[in-house]
């Protein structure tokens, strides 16, 4: 990735370029190098694009070899930084950006305002607030709205300070489905800051979150709106809503087609995707595309909506300039890879076994939102491949298999939770000398009553049920698992049943 720094260098060295002597000769390797690597980039772009998930990290050994190539030219006598600012044009318009769109990050009219805003992660790799300032910008100064507008200011204070954590997690989860949703919105023409604003406002980037509504997966799609979209139950039974790709994509064709319909204001169309997308077209109308912040639209959105549309574009400028607030999101290394199951396991038995291994909070999450097909405890079967970054599938292979790591893991998936007395000590009931303990009385089996926007699956995980189990009891064939409000389920095969 190209560092902040390099850009910084290079506008000094720029400013003092009519002073520096041609040497082509001798530089010649260094430019030659630095077009191989932007080569490389495009070349490994195309194949991320096809749908070879290695490209990703040939892309980000590619930015490797052109920084290190730059900053050699930048200390050499006679290297022209020129050469490094045009291959970084190059990179750029590989992205078949708008021209307008493609000016240098050191040009950026903010920049005086914000000299600290390179240190983004988006801007240290691509054009990335150029772009959203272009597409958020439209009829009004979206920075200048963001810095003055006491709502998004608020939001803002509250993603600092009582949710810095939940950010920062956010933050954390997209980097590593990044590779999967990012492409999706740069398809559709639109600023990955707003895909980040709507994910950590709606999941936290969780993608099994599910609303008491009913609304499911990283970007919450209620199951009309998911169905209308192209996210549905596939032919095995798995809600498409979960899947980070799918519903980045399902995300990015609903933002233009509000886009479409609301002459590209962005507060109405995020109003829509949280509030509904009739009540803001009728707003939009009634007050005849007046400013979503003026009083009397405002007075007429539901309280979470007046919430939602600020926290969304703050969460988006945060993701642009994080330092410029002293916000510090964490180094990871997310490059992403895939292992295969030597045998059967479950994410959770993997989750053991991989131990922290580089992440601070072990690969659990990672896990389970890069393979959301899989509950965590549900056995899935040797042969199966698994999506996973490059560190945690190299920690399979030697933690995994077999070992003492492996064989923990497993020792610790085979126990129970129910327990006996032994004396004044507990012990586990698998034991063979411990007494077995009385029989227990026979717990009635809870029923539940559909509620709209419910699933199968959601019901089952809301109350730890084995969802085979409560297919079987209650007579539902798979894949589909058809349910409809008002219908009781007998809660058979769940916790307390």
């Known amino acids: 990735m190209i560092k902040n720094t390099l850009f910084l260098a290079i506008a000094l060295a720029t400013a003092s370029n ?15 190098g630095m077009d191989a690597a932007g080569q490389r980039y495009r070349e490994a ?41 045009t291959q970084y044009e190059v990179l750029i318009k590989s992205q078949d950006l708008k021209a307008d769109d493609m000016e240098l990050a050191g040009e950026d009219s903010g920049n005086e305002e914000d000299p600290d805003h390179v240190q983004s992660p988006v801007l240290a790799s691509s054009p990335e607030a150029k772009r959203t300032l272009s597409l958020l ?8 709205m963001v810095e003055l507008n006491e709502p998004v200011q608020a939001a803002m204070r509250d993603w600092l300070t009582t949710q810095r954590a939940f950010l920062i997690d956010a933050w954390e989860n997209y980097q590593y489905m990044r590779y999967l949703m990012s492409p999706e919105y740069e398809r559709a023409g639109l600023p990955e800051a707003l895909l980040f604003g709507i994910m950590a406002k709606e999941s936290g980037g969780k993608v099994h979150a599910v609303s008491r509504a009913g609304a499911s997966g990283p970007l919450q799609f209620m199951p009309a709106t998911g169905t209308r979209f192209g996210l549905y139950r596939d032919v ?7 899947d980070p790709q799918q519903a980045a994509r399902a995300n990015a064709a609903y933002i233009n087609e509000r886009f479409a319909g609301l002459n590209r204001n962005l507060e109405y169309t995020i109003a829509a995707y949280n509030g509904g997308e009739g009540r803001a077209a009728r707003l939009y109308a009634a007050n005849a595309g007046a400013s979503f912040w003026s009083p009397q639209v405002n007075a007429q959105l539901p309280p979470e909506t007046r919430d939602y549309v600020p926290a969304v574009i703050a969460a988006a400028w945060l993701f642009l300039h994080p330092k410029k607030y002293g916000l510090e999101f964490p180094k990871l290394d997310t490059t ?15 989750t053991i076994c991989l131990g922290n291994g580089g992440s601070r909070d072990g690969w659990f999450r990672v896990l389970r939102n890069l393979n959301p097909r899989y509950e965590a405890q549900a056995v899935i079967p040797a ?7 490059k560190r945690a599938a190299a920690l399979y292979g030697r933690s995994c298999v077999q070992g003492p790591r492996a064989e923990l893991a497993q020792q610790l998936m085979r126990a129970n939770k129910v327990y006996v007395p032994a004396g004044d000590v507990m012990v586990a009931s698998t034991t063979a000398s411990t007494p077995a303990p009385a029989p227990e009385k026979k717990k009635r089996v809870r029923d539940y009553r559909v509620r709209a926007g419910d699933s199968l699956l959601a019901i089952a995980r809301e109350h730890s049920c084995d969802v085979t189990v409560l297919a079987k009891e209650n007579k539902l064939r798979s894949p589909s698992y058809l349910i409809k409000p008002g219908q009781r389920l007998k809660l058979k095969g769940c916790e307390g049943s």
């Open 137 to 144: 910008g439209d009829g009004h100064d979206f920075d200048k």
């Open 336 to 350: 992403p890879s895939q292992f295969t199951l030597a045998r059967a396991t479950s994410i959770n038995e993997l």
């Open 236 to 242: 095995t039974g798995f809600d498409t809503r979960y």
């Open 383 to 389: 042969g199966t491949v698994m999506r996973a970054p």
């Open 45 to 85: 772009r195309i194949k991320l694009q096809s749908g070879d998930e290695t490209g990703m990290a040939q892309m980000a050994k590619a930015l490797e070899d052109l920084e290190d190539l730059a900053q050699k030219c930048l200390r050499q006598r006679g290297c022209d930084p020129t050469r490094v600012i």
């Open 18 to 32: 009519a002073a520096l002597a041609a040497k082509a000769d001798k530089n010649a390797p260094l430019y030659q």
